[in-house]
């Protein structure tokens, strides 16, 4: 189901602008919205999750109309928030339970087999009756996934959902989106950009309000493409290269000198040496406005 955003705006009161003309086509597979604190992302994705209204625009999922179908669009989505409070006292096979019941599968046999087909595909069978207040951040986030996949919806919208996670509760849950990604439409909200990384077909980048970004990772990557520069500075130079802003890491080296990352149109430091770019360094670039270096 193909989700098509035209000119989408969101003023909440006290004037935040926190969405700004807002245009996307987001087609079948993973999709990424990558963006800093503050960019919108959980405004958008609440926007099409019919949680809350945009100011204006138009949101056509398929046929349907945002606004207009919000009730079947419902029935097609799942959606997992960025702030999920969960029932700690219930188990994992009870909630899922519940939530089976809200969504209005009516036979309990139907919501047995669903419960459990959910169970093994979150791989959390082994732990399906001990109360969701022992589980862990990243179990916590696939029985979140379990209860968005709940009536097997064709668009799932996930929030943030790595953050907090440790590294390999990160990559597990990755792996666990990319497998889901191949039969239906996933949206990805993340400030971390290896997120992305591996998984996402296509993405955009939001900053401010605005889309700054929209297209395929190698398209992003050709972006800065004989731009990125490293080289080795001296000491004494540090607090030069602290106040640019085309910097884009610094790392101490064991004899005391600097070596830096930065992107610029024109080699920004006399002897630096163009560098492969890599999502971070494209993510930046688009993040911190142009160098105008
Ligand atoms: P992100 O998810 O990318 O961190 P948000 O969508 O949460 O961004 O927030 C975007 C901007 O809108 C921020 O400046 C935030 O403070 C503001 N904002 C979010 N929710 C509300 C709200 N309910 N009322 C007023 N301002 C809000
Ligand atoms: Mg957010």
Known sequence: MDIQIEALNKVYSGEKQALSEVNLKIGAGMFGLLGPNGAGKSTLMQILATIIPPTNGKVQMGSLLLGRDDHQIRQCLGYLPQTSRFFDKLTGEEFLQYIALLKGIKSAKDRRVAVTNLLEKVNLQQQAKQR????????KQRIGIAQALLGNPEIIIVDEPTAGLD?????R????????????TIILS?????????????????DRGRIVFYGSIKNLLSKVENQVWTTIIPESDYLW????????????TVTGEFEVRMIARQCPYPGAQLAIPNLEDAYLYFTRGESSE
């Open 167 to 171: 590294p390999e509760e990160r990559i």
């Open 190 to 206: 993340t400030h971390i950009v290896a997120d992305i990384e591996a998984s996402c077909q296509s993405l955009a980048i939001l």
């Open 173 to 184: 849950f990755r792996e666990l989106l990319e497998d889901l990604g191949r039969d239906r």
């Open 241 to 252: 290269s602290r106040n640019r802003t085309s910097l884009i890491s610094r790392r101490k």
């Open 132 to 139: 969701l207040k022992t589980y862990s951040g990243g179990m």
